[in-house]
Protein backbone atom coordinates (compact mmCIF):
# COMPACT_ATOMS: atom_id res chain seq x y z
CA UNK A 1 0.00 0.00 0.00
CA UNK A 2 2.75 2.59 0.73
CA UNK A 3 4.05 1.92 -2.28
CA UNK A 4 0.86 2.39 -4.15
CA UNK A 5 0.20 5.81 -2.62
CA UNK A 6 3.66 7.11 -3.67
CA UNK A 7 2.89 7.34 -6.80
CA UNK A 8 0.53 11.05 -6.53
CA UNK A 9 -1.59 9.94 -10.11
CA UNK A 10 -2.28 6.65 -8.17
CA UNK A 11 -3.09 8.27 -4.76
CA UNK A 12 -5.30 10.59 -6.40
CA UNK A 13 -7.31 7.90 -8.50
CA UNK A 14 -7.43 5.97 -4.80
CA UNK A 15 -8.87 9.60 -3.08
CA UNK A 16 -11.44 9.58 -5.72
CA UNK A 17 -12.84 6.11 -5.44
CA UNK A 18 -13.08 5.98 -1.60
CA UNK A 19 -14.79 9.76 -2.25
CA UNK A 20 -16.89 8.00 -4.56
CA UNK A 21 -17.87 4.77 -2.53
CA UNK A 22 -18.12 6.78 0.84
CA UNK A 23 -21.05 8.90 -0.99
CA UNK A 24 -22.67 5.72 -2.12
CA UNK A 25 -22.75 4.34 0.84
CA UNK A 26 -24.12 6.86 2.89
CA UNK A 27 -26.48 8.02 0.12
CA UNK A 28 -29.47 8.25 2.47
CA UNK A 29 -27.70 10.19 5.64
CA UNK A 30 -25.92 12.91 3.66
CA UNK A 31 -29.20 13.86 1.33
CA UNK A 32 -30.49 17.00 2.53
CA UNK A 33 -34.09 15.89 0.45
CA UNK A 34 -36.19 12.90 -0.71
CA UNK A 35 -34.41 12.78 -4.38
CA UNK A 36 -37.57 11.85 -6.02
CA UNK A 37 -39.66 15.01 -3.74
CA UNK A 38 -41.40 17.13 -6.55
CA UNK A 39 -41.81 20.92 -5.27
CA UNK A 40 -43.69 22.98 -7.95
CA UNK A 41 -42.24 26.30 -5.73
CA UNK A 42 -38.48 25.14 -6.82
CA UNK A 43 -38.65 24.48 -10.30
CA UNK A 44 -35.11 25.11 -12.19
CA UNK A 45 -33.22 26.93 -8.76
CA UNK A 46 -29.70 27.75 -9.58
CA UNK A 47 -27.28 26.41 -6.93
CA UNK A 48 -27.67 28.40 -3.09
CA UNK A 49 -27.28 27.45 0.11
CA UNK A 50 -30.52 25.96 0.55
CA UNK A 51 -29.84 23.85 -2.96
CA UNK A 52 -26.13 23.34 -3.19
CA UNK A 53 -26.58 22.16 -7.17
CA UNK A 54 -29.85 23.35 -7.86
CA UNK A 55 -33.07 21.92 -8.44
CA UNK A 56 -34.26 20.01 -11.97
CA UNK A 57 -37.09 21.09 -13.67
CA UNK A 58 -39.60 19.16 -11.37
CA UNK A 59 -38.23 20.91 -8.43
CA UNK A 60 -36.41 18.15 -7.33
CA UNK A 61 -32.91 19.16 -5.40
CA UNK A 62 -30.13 17.74 -7.92
CA UNK A 63 -27.61 17.55 -4.96
CA UNK A 64 -29.73 14.63 -3.38
CA UNK A 65 -30.22 12.93 -6.84
CA UNK A 66 -26.43 13.09 -7.81
CA UNK A 67 -26.00 11.14 -4.21
CA UNK A 68 -28.38 8.61 -4.69
CA UNK A 69 -27.22 8.45 -8.39
CA UNK A 70 -23.94 7.24 -7.70
CA UNK A 71 -25.13 4.03 -6.07
CA UNK A 72 -26.99 3.18 -9.43
CA UNK A 73 -23.52 4.24 -11.53
CA UNK A 74 -21.23 2.01 -9.35
CA UNK A 75 -23.54 -0.62 -9.04
CA UNK A 76 -23.93 -0.87 -12.57
CA UNK A 77 -20.22 -0.82 -12.86
CA UNK A 78 -18.89 -2.97 -10.01
CA UNK A 79 -21.67 -5.90 -10.64
CA UNK A 80 -21.02 -5.65 -15.14
CA UNK A 81 -17.72 -5.90 -14.79
CA UNK A 82 -17.85 -8.61 -12.00
CA UNK A 83 -20.11 -10.74 -14.77
CA UNK A 84 -17.47 -9.72 -17.32
CA UNK A 85 -14.38 -11.19 -15.41
CA UNK A 86 -16.54 -14.63 -14.19
CA UNK A 87 -17.24 -15.09 -17.87
CA UNK A 88 -13.66 -13.81 -19.46
CA UNK A 89 -11.70 -15.70 -16.87
CA UNK A 90 -13.66 -19.14 -17.44
CA UNK A 91 -13.12 -19.01 -21.39
CA UNK A 92 -9.86 -17.62 -21.23
CA UNK A 93 -8.52 -20.52 -18.76
CA UNK A 94 -10.07 -23.30 -20.75
CA UNK A 95 -8.82 -21.61 -24.04
CA UNK A 96 -5.23 -21.19 -22.32
CA UNK A 97 -4.88 -24.69 -21.00
CA UNK A 98 -6.51 -27.28 -23.24
CA UNK A 99 -5.39 -25.13 -26.51
CA UNK A 100 -5.96 -27.13 -29.94
CA UNK A 101 -9.29 -27.14 -31.46
CA UNK A 102 -10.94 -25.74 -28.37
CA UNK A 103 -8.96 -22.90 -28.08
CA UNK A 104 -9.84 -21.95 -31.98
CA UNK A 105 -13.14 -22.46 -30.79
CA UNK A 106 -13.41 -19.91 -28.07
CA UNK A 107 -11.25 -17.63 -30.01
CA UNK A 108 -13.08 -17.16 -32.96
CA UNK A 109 -16.20 -16.69 -31.06
CA UNK A 110 -14.13 -13.62 -29.56
CA UNK A 111 -12.84 -12.13 -32.37
CA UNK A 112 -16.78 -12.31 -33.77
CA UNK A 113 -17.93 -10.63 -30.42
CA UNK A 114 -14.96 -8.27 -31.15
CA UNK A 115 -16.23 -7.53 -34.71
CA UNK A 116 -18.91 -5.99 -33.56
CA UNK A 117 -19.42 -2.60 -32.35
CA UNK A 118 -19.97 -2.96 -28.40
CA UNK A 119 -22.06 0.02 -27.74
CA UNK A 120 -23.95 -0.75 -30.90
CA UNK A 121 -24.71 -4.91 -29.60
CA UNK A 122 -25.71 -3.57 -26.37
CA UNK A 123 -27.92 -0.76 -27.91
CA UNK A 124 -29.43 -4.00 -29.70
CA UNK A 125 -29.97 -5.76 -27.14
CA UNK A 126 -31.48 -3.56 -24.80
CA UNK A 127 -33.61 -2.23 -27.62
CA UNK A 128 -35.52 -6.27 -27.08
CA UNK A 129 -35.57 -5.44 -23.20
CA UNK A 130 -37.30 -3.95 -20.96
CA UNK A 131 -34.74 -1.20 -19.49
CA UNK A 132 -34.37 -1.89 -16.41
CA UNK A 133 -30.75 -1.63 -14.08
CA UNK A 134 -30.79 -5.58 -14.19
CA UNK A 135 -30.90 -5.70 -17.34
CA UNK A 136 -28.30 -2.88 -17.73
CA UNK A 137 -25.89 -5.12 -15.77
CA UNK A 138 -26.25 -7.90 -17.56
CA UNK A 139 -25.79 -7.02 -20.72
CA UNK A 140 -23.00 -4.89 -20.25
CA UNK A 141 -21.52 -7.98 -18.38
CA UNK A 142 -22.50 -10.05 -21.20
CA UNK A 143 -20.87 -8.15 -23.74
CA UNK A 144 -17.88 -6.53 -22.29
CA UNK A 145 -15.69 -10.27 -21.10
CA UNK A 146 -13.79 -11.09 -24.26
CA UNK A 147 -10.68 -8.49 -23.26
CA UNK A 148 -10.57 -10.28 -20.27
CA UNK A 149 -10.70 -13.78 -22.27
CA UNK A 150 -8.08 -12.83 -24.48
CA UNK A 151 -5.55 -11.68 -21.20
CA UNK A 152 -6.12 -15.10 -19.07
CA UNK A 153 -5.67 -17.04 -22.27
CA UNK A 154 -2.30 -15.73 -22.68
CA UNK A 155 -1.35 -15.67 -19.44
CA UNK A 156 -2.31 -19.28 -19.25
CA UNK A 157 -0.33 -20.09 -22.53
CA UNK A 158 2.86 -18.08 -20.86
CA UNK A 159 2.97 -20.13 -17.96
CA UNK A 160 1.49 -23.72 -19.38
CA UNK A 161 5.14 -24.94 -20.13
CA UNK A 162 6.70 -23.36 -16.97
CA UNK A 163 8.52 -26.41 -14.88
CA UNK A 164 6.47 -26.11 -12.06
CA UNK A 165 3.68 -26.97 -14.14
CA UNK A 166 5.13 -29.40 -15.63
CA UNK A 167 6.40 -31.10 -12.19
CA UNK A 168 2.90 -31.14 -10.68
CA UNK A 169 1.21 -32.34 -13.78
CA UNK A 170 3.45 -35.28 -14.17
CA UNK A 171 2.72 -35.77 -10.11
CA UNK A 172 -0.98 -36.42 -11.02
CA UNK A 173 -2.01 -33.00 -10.55
CA UNK A 174 -6.17 -32.67 -12.27
CA UNK A 175 -6.68 -30.50 -14.33
CA UNK A 176 -8.54 -28.52 -12.11
CA UNK A 177 -5.95 -28.39 -9.35
CA UNK A 178 -3.63 -27.59 -11.81
CA UNK A 179 -6.00 -24.47 -13.04
CA UNK A 180 -7.33 -23.18 -9.81
CA UNK A 181 -3.79 -23.84 -7.33
CA UNK A 182 -1.23 -23.13 -9.96
CA UNK A 183 -2.55 -21.04 -13.26
CA UNK A 184 -5.13 -19.18 -12.56
CA UNK A 185 -3.29 -17.28 -8.67
CA UNK A 186 -0.74 -16.33 -11.08
CA UNK A 187 -2.86 -15.07 -13.68
CA UNK A 188 -4.63 -12.36 -11.69
CA UNK A 189 -2.43 -9.67 -12.02
CA UNK A 190 -4.15 -8.75 -15.56
CA UNK A 191 -7.67 -9.97 -14.15
CA UNK A 192 -7.68 -7.31 -11.26
CA UNK A 193 -6.27 -4.44 -13.42
CA UNK A 194 -8.62 -5.23 -16.29
CA UNK A 195 -11.46 -5.38 -13.76
CA UNK A 196 -10.66 -2.26 -12.38
CA UNK A 197 -10.45 -0.08 -15.57
CA UNK A 198 -13.58 -2.02 -17.10
CA UNK A 199 -15.57 -0.53 -14.17
CA UNK A 200 -15.00 2.88 -15.49
CA UNK A 201 -15.89 1.56 -18.91
CA UNK A 202 -19.17 -0.07 -17.66
CA UNK A 203 -19.87 3.71 -15.89
CA UNK A 204 -19.55 5.39 -19.08
CA UNK A 205 -21.48 2.72 -21.11
CA UNK A 206 -24.41 3.03 -18.40
CA UNK A 207 -24.08 6.57 -18.40
CA UNK A 208 -24.47 6.45 -21.89
CA UNK A 209 -27.04 4.46 -22.27
CA UNK A 210 -29.23 6.00 -19.26
CA UNK A 211 -28.54 9.54 -21.73
CA UNK A 212 -30.12 7.78 -24.35
CA UNK A 213 -33.70 6.67 -22.23
CA UNK A 214 -32.68 3.22 -22.77
CA UNK A 215 -30.62 3.00 -18.65
CA UNK A 216 -31.73 3.55 -15.86
CA UNK A 217 -35.28 4.65 -15.68
CA UNK A 218 -36.99 7.44 -13.36
CA UNK A 219 -37.78 7.93 -10.94
CA UNK A 220 -34.59 5.99 -10.15
CA UNK A 221 -31.77 8.57 -10.68
CA UNK A 222 -28.39 8.15 -12.05
CA UNK A 223 -26.16 10.61 -13.51
CA UNK A 224 -27.16 9.88 -17.25
CA UNK A 225 -30.49 10.14 -16.98
CA UNK A 226 -29.54 13.48 -14.55
CA UNK A 227 -27.64 14.43 -17.70
CA UNK A 228 -30.40 13.50 -20.11
CA UNK A 229 -32.96 16.18 -17.99
CA UNK A 230 -30.55 18.89 -18.48
CA UNK A 231 -29.70 19.18 -22.39
CA UNK A 232 -33.67 20.22 -22.42
CA UNK A 233 -32.71 22.97 -20.23
CA UNK A 234 -28.77 23.45 -21.71
CA UNK A 235 -29.23 27.37 -22.41
CA UNK A 236 -30.48 28.69 -18.59
CA UNK A 237 -30.05 25.54 -16.61
CA UNK A 238 -26.67 24.96 -16.61
CA UNK A 239 -25.85 23.37 -13.44
CA UNK A 240 -28.28 20.18 -14.65
CA UNK A 241 -25.58 19.28 -17.41
CA UNK A 242 -22.15 20.37 -15.30
CA UNK A 243 -22.78 18.32 -12.08
CA UNK A 244 -23.50 14.78 -13.48
CA UNK A 245 -21.06 15.58 -16.66
CA UNK A 246 -18.33 16.08 -13.74
CA UNK A 247 -19.31 13.39 -11.73
CA UNK A 248 -18.94 11.01 -14.77
CA UNK A 249 -15.40 12.51 -15.59
CA UNK A 250 -13.91 12.47 -12.20
CA UNK A 251 -14.94 8.74 -11.57
CA UNK A 252 -13.95 7.28 -14.89
CA UNK A 253 -10.70 9.43 -14.10
CA UNK A 254 -10.28 8.21 -10.75
CA UNK A 255 -10.84 4.06 -11.71
CA UNK A 256 -8.77 4.58 -14.72
CA UNK A 257 -5.70 6.48 -12.33
CA UNK A 258 -6.28 3.65 -9.77
CA UNK A 259 -5.84 1.10 -12.84
CA UNK A 260 -2.85 2.38 -13.74
CA UNK A 261 -1.35 2.51 -10.31
CA UNK A 262 -2.10 -1.49 -9.74
CA UNK A 263 -0.46 -2.25 -12.98
CA UNK A 264 2.58 -0.78 -12.31
CA UNK A 265 2.69 -2.03 -8.82
CA UNK A 266 1.86 -5.73 -10.21
CA UNK A 267 4.25 -5.49 -12.71
CA UNK A 268 7.41 -8.13 -11.94
CA UNK A 269 9.64 -5.79 -14.28
CA UNK A 270 8.60 -2.62 -12.49
CA UNK A 271 8.88 -4.80 -9.12
CA UNK A 272 12.31 -5.51 -10.60
CA UNK A 273 13.53 -1.89 -10.93
CA UNK A 274 12.47 -1.03 -7.53
CA UNK A 275 14.41 -3.57 -5.97
Known amino acids: MKILTQNPLTLSGIIIISLVLFIAVFAPWLSPYDPNYIDIHSILLPPSVSHFM ?45 RGYIDSIIMRFVDIMLSIP ?25 TSWMGVTRLVRAEFLSLRNREYILAAEAMGASDYRLISKHLLPNSLTPIIVTSVLGIASAVLTESG ?17 ILTDGKEYIQFAWWLSLFPGLAILITVLGYNLLGEGLRDLLDPKNKNQRK
Not at 126 to 141: D, E, Q, R, Y
Not at 211 to 220: R, Y
Open 54 to 98: GTDGLGRDVFSRMLYGSRISLLVGIVAVGIATVIGTFLGAIAGFY
Open 118 to 142: TFFLILAVIAFLTPSIWNIMIVIGL
Open 209 to 225: LSFLGLGVQAPQSSWGN
